[in-house]
C-alpha cells in the first residue's frame, strides 16, 4: 500500500545544530508539504512544492528550507536550530484533482 | 496566520449523541476540508465540501458551508468512543491538492 512516512518519528538536538527531518511518499504525489503542530495554533504551513525542483514558503518559513530532488522525498532543513522551533513536525502529500492529503505520522523534535 | 476560528475548543459528549463544530474562515476559498487526529498520529482526511455546494454527507458526517458567511460546520451523528479525537477544519484556496491553511481545532471526547 503506498504511504508517507517521516523519520525520525522523535528526535532531541541542541540549539544551533543543523537538523534535517525525512518526508518519503510512495502516492507518487507532485504536491507535498511541511506542517508544524502547536499548542492552539492548529497547524501552520512551513513549506511545500508542487514538483519536483520547485519549493516555496509558508507562513512560518523562517529559518527552514527544503529541496525537492525527486517525486517521493521533501527533507526539512533546520539551518540553525532554536528552542522556539521545539514542536511536532507534520509532512503531507496530495494530488491536483484529488480529494484530501495524507499525512505522515509527525516527528517530535527537542530543541534544547 | 491561521485562517480562522474552530468553536468550540473543547467539546464533551455521551455516546450516542451528536457533536457539531464549528469553523470560520477569513478568505475567499475553493473548497474546505475536515480532518481527524487521534492523540500522537498524523492527521486523516474525513470529508470535502467545494465552495459551490451547501451540504455533504459522509456516513455519519455532516457537514455545511456558508460562504456568505464564511463558516462551515461537522456534524458527527450517533457518535462512539472512538470518535474521540481533535478535528480540524482547513481551506485551500486553490484547486484539489493546493495549501491547506487550518484552523486550531476542536477537541471532541465521548465518554462511553
Known amino acids: 500500500d503506498a504511504e508517507i512516512t517521516q523519520s525520525p518519528r522523535h528526535k532531541i538536538t541542541e540549539t544551533g545544530r543543523q537538523v534535517t527531518l525525512a518526508c518519503h511518499q510512495t502516492w507518487n504525489h507532485n504536491n507535498m508539504f511541511w506542517y508544524r503542530q502547536d499548542l492552539g495554533h492548529g497547524l501552520r504551513l512551513i513549506h511545500y512544492s508542487y514538483g519536483v525542483q520547485d519549493t516555496n514558503k509558508g507562513e512560518v518559513s523562517d529559518g527552514y528550507s527544503v529541496s525537492r530532488s525527486n517525486t517521493e522525498d521533501l527533507p526539512l532543513t533546520l539551518e540553525s536550530a532554536a528552542s522556539s522551533q521545539t514542536s511536532v513536525y507534520f509532512c503531507?502529500?496530495?494530488?491536483?484533482?484529488?480529494?484530501?492529503?495524507?499525512f505522515g505520522q509527525g516527528t517530535r523534535l527537542t530543541v534544547v | 496566520s491561521q485562517q480562522g476560528e474552530e468553536d468550540p475548543q473543547a467539546l464533551s459528549i455521551q455516546e450516542g449523541e451528536n457533536a457539531t463544530m464549528n469553523c470560520s474562515y477569513k478568505t475567499s476559498i475553493n473548497n474546505l476540508q475536515w480532518y481527524r487526529q487521534n492523540s500522537g498520529r498524523g492527521l486523516v482526511h474525513l470529508i470535502l465540501?467545494?465552495?459551490?455546494?451547501r451540504e455533504k454527507h459522509s456516513g455519519r458526517l455532516r457537514v455545511t458551508l456558508d460562504t456568505s458567511k464564511k463558516s462551515s460546520s461537522l456534524l458527527i451523528t450517533a457518535s462512539r468512543a472512538a470518535d474521540t479525537a481533535s478535528y480540524f477544519c482547513a481551506t485551500a484556496e486553490g484547486g484539489y491538492g493546493n495549501k491547506l491553511v487550518f484552523g486550531a481545532g476542536t477537541i471532541l471526547r465521548v465518554k462511553s
Open positions: 503531507a502529500s496530495s494530488e491536483l484533482g484529488r480529494r484530501g492529503a495524507f
Open positions: 465540501i467545494r465552495s459551490n455546494e
